[in-house]
């Protein structure tokens, strides 16, 4: 038990020092371009773009980080918070291989299971980026080609059947009552779509949640 | 030094960052490895968690370059290559982008050549927006996890069944995102009236798959069909999109 405590204890530890390292060096990234060329940033037109532009995504960012970390576990969260990409990546990739190695996230296994799966999806990504960038004169015909588009333009659809599948038959009980709010709010709510899906994450969380709730009193799970 | 977004300067301190993010990935990826060993964890199952997990990453990471692509135009290639390596995706980089230059009165993509001043504002409006994820963690993740935990200790029947409410409601969401162009049908608009059955039907092909790859492994016992049922029906799901849209697009 100690042991046990003592590794979510350094992981903990070592993904702080790793996430302000990160987040002081995305900061000196600008501040190092202005020193360089000389250019003092336009400080007015930073706080209006600023105004436009963080509050809702530091709103945004707080709710996915309350929703997102009980999911990720601990090395999972730090790494997807600096990586980026997590509802349709990261997240997925844990889910699948918590999934195939039959672990539970709350685990010590689950979250060494979904840790290894994040740190591998985020080596693989970057070094793809990489790649891409290095590549970019060859492959940008080839990657906007316009027989290719309809490929990525529905990467989330073919994402979210097979990882639906594989999650709703196995809790089908908890599963009725969210996908059906769902659907009825993405058909008839105009307003909800690829923007604002992320919004609606925390709210189907919160509600599956509800519903899981009372069905659990009620001994129906 | 005359500035311009392709400066070799800029790709060696976005090389530099993205480095020091590989090296955090590696760090944890090592990290949890020894503890698994620790634990006395199949590391035959290890081995496959690490290649489906590769797999299974291509697709969505062709993606994000086609993004990188796309913002590449009017910003140049560093700053978007820094920033979808590390947190950032396109619809929010855009935004970003935007926003920033509206704010010095002028419009992105109609810029035929950024100045140090506006770059460095782009590059600010970007970085300050998306930082919240990287510095809560640190703050509340430990509490939040522990709070699970808790939960756990208290009353695991349920502390389970919390776990798998989240996933199914995140998933959930997204399920009914795929039915966000659905009212087309019934909508006029400049649009094919079919085309908003498009994700519809991808995800269906998607889902049919994966119910093939579970009922081969069963009949078959064929261990890998599981190991890459995720990838292959999300790359046979895109695959199928080319001729579904060019059906009902």
């Not at chain 1, 302000?20 to 250019?39: D, E, K, R, S, Y």
């Not at chain 1, 730090?78 to 889910?95: D, E, M, Q, R």
């Not at chain 2, 782009?122 to 927006?129: D, G, N, R």
């Not at chain 2, 579970?214 to 799901?237: C, E, H, Q, R, T």
């Amino acid at each position: 038990m100690k042991k046990n405590l003592s590794y979510i204890d350094s992981v903990h530890r070592d993904g702080r020092i790793w996430n302000i390292g990160v987040m002081l060096l995305l900061l000196a990234f600008p501040l190092t371009v202005a020193a360089f060329f000389g250019a003092t940033p336009d400080w007015g037109a930073l706080v209006v773009g600023l105004i436009a532009t963080a509050p809702m995504y530091w709103a945004v960012g707080i709710i996915e980080t309350i929703t997102f970390v009980p999911m990720l576990g601990a090395g999972g969260s730090y790494l997807s918070f600096v990586t980026g990409n997590i509802s349709n990546l990261k997240l997925p990739c844990a889910l699948n291989a918590l999934e195939q190695n039959d672990v539970s996230a709350s685990s010590e296994e689950g979250e060494v299971i979904s840790t290894i799966a994040i740190a591998t999806s985020s080596i693989v990504t970057t070094i793809i980026i990489m790649i891409g960038v290095l590549c970019i004169v060859p492959l940008t015909p080839i990657l906007e080609a316009p027989v290719l588009e309809p490929a990525f333009a529905q990467m989330l659809p073919a994402l979210f059947g097979g990882l639906g599948v594989a999650f709703v038959s196995k809790n089908w009980k908890i599963a009725i009552a969210p996908v059906l709010l769902m659907l009825v709010l993405f058909i008839f709510v105009p307003a909800l779509n690829a923007g604002t899906v992320g919004i609606m994450v925390p709210v189907s969380v919160l509600f599956t949640i509800g519903v899981s709730r009372i069905l659990y009193k009620r001994g129906v799970l | 030094m005359e500035f311009h977004v392709n400066h070799p300067i800029l790709f060696v301190l976005a090389g530099i960052i993205i480095a020091v993010v590989l090296g955090q990935s590696v760090y944890f990826l090592v990290k949890a490895l020894r503890r698994s060993k620790e634990l006395g964890m199949d590391q035959k199952k290890i081995r496959k968690t690490i290649q489906t997990a590769a797999v299974f990453t291509i697709a969505p990471a062709v993606s994000i370059v086609i993004s990188v692509i796309a913002l590449s135009k009017s910003l140049g290639i560093p700053l978007p290559w820094l920033r979808l390596s590390v947190v950032g995706s396109l619809s929010y980089e855009a935004i970003a982008a935007e926003n920033a230059v509206s704010a010095m009165g002028l419009t992105l993509g109609k810029i035929d050549r950024l100045t140090a001043q506006q770059f460095v504002n782009i590059a600010l409006v970007m970085t300050i927006s998306i930082l919240v994820g990287i510095w809560l963690v640190p703050v509340i993740g430990k509490k939040l996890l522990g709070g699970m935990s808790k939960l756990e200790h208290r009353d695991a029947k349920w502390a389970e069944i919390f776990q798998s409410a989240m996933f199914i409601g995140m998933i959930s969401a997204f399920l009914g995102y795929v039915f966000c162009d659905f009212s087309r049908l019934w909508t006029p608009g400049d649009y094919s009236p079919t085309s908003g059955l498009v994700p519809v039907c991808v995800m269906a092909v998607s889902a049919l798959v994966m119910l093939v790859c579970g009922l081969l492994m069963k009949k078959f016992k064929w261990a890998w069909v599981n190991d890459y049922a995720l990838p292959i029906s999300l790359l046979l799901g895109m695959a199928s999109a080319i001729p579904i849209t060019a059906w009902l697009g």
